[in-house]
């Protein structure tokens, strides 16, 4: 049975240089190949995090939200066996794999169901 693993994409020096339209074309193909491989892994494949609210007992507000020195950039949700495999998915993530020659980690974490 598989499992749900929630993949959380942290950079702590924000923003990234701009690729050149040849870059961005590589990197999509890449990216392509990467999905067509794990269809059966990707469950969702996230995005960046927009605007937000934050709930607590005395209500809903706009923030302040916490001050944190790792920016979260993005999420995406993969389907695996183990978290072993979980791991081996993202890692194989273009995207991911160009970035974590930075200062990008990825924290990957089951979802567990109550």
Known sequence: MSNLYMCVLRNSEGGCKEPTP???????????QWQE???DNIEDMGGKLGDGKILTEKGVVDGPFMEIKEIVGGYMVVRAESLDEAVQVVRECPPVAAS??????VE?????KM
């Not at 974590?100 to 980690?105: A, E, G, M």
């Open 108 to 112: 990957i974490r089951e979802l567990c």
């Open 100 to 105: 974590l020659k930075s200062s990008t980690s």
């Open 37 to 39: 491989k794990f269809a």
């Open 22 to 32: 040849s870059e961005m074309d590589e990197a999509f193909a890449k990216f392509q």
